[in-house]
């Protein structure tokens, strides 16, 4: 059975950095592209960010470009996304996926395996 549990998800100030972890069971991370989404209240679902499976490439969306970094521990299973300068507009609920392909995917809909979400909330 696959598991992919994030955490790390808190209540911090505007230009606070944060680091969540996404830990996997039942699969490994160096075998899938995982994924970073997030989804505040009342929108959808949108890109964070994806890094490949070798690890070499990784691609962000616009809005945390520059801001946020995605990285893996292979020996603990474990994907990360350090998160710089946060905003206001960062807060939502951020969620890992895996995803089988080579292919880096934006959309949520390529990604197979999901983790339950942990709350970042972002206070001016």
């Known amino acids: 059975q696959v598991q992919l549990v994030e955490s790390g998800g808190r209540l911090v100030q505007a230009g606070d950095s944060l680091r969540l972890s996404c830990t996997a069971s039942?699969?490994?991370?160096?075998?899938?592209?995982m994924g970073w989404f997030r989804q505040a209240p009342g929108k959808e679902r949108e890109f964070v960010g994806a890094i490949a499976r070798s690890g070499g490439s990784s691609i962000y969306a616009d809005s945390v470009q520059g801001r946020f970094t995605i990285s893996r521990d292979n020996a603990k299973n474990t994907v990360y996304l350090q998160m710089n300068s946060l905003k206001v507009e960062d807060t939502a609920v951020y969620y890992c996926a895996s995803s089988p392909s080579d292919i880096l995917f934006r959309v949520h809909t390529s990604y197979i395996y999901w983790g339950q979400g942990t709350r970042v909330t972002v206070s001016s």
């Open positions: 039942g699969l490994t991370v160096s075998t899938y592209a």
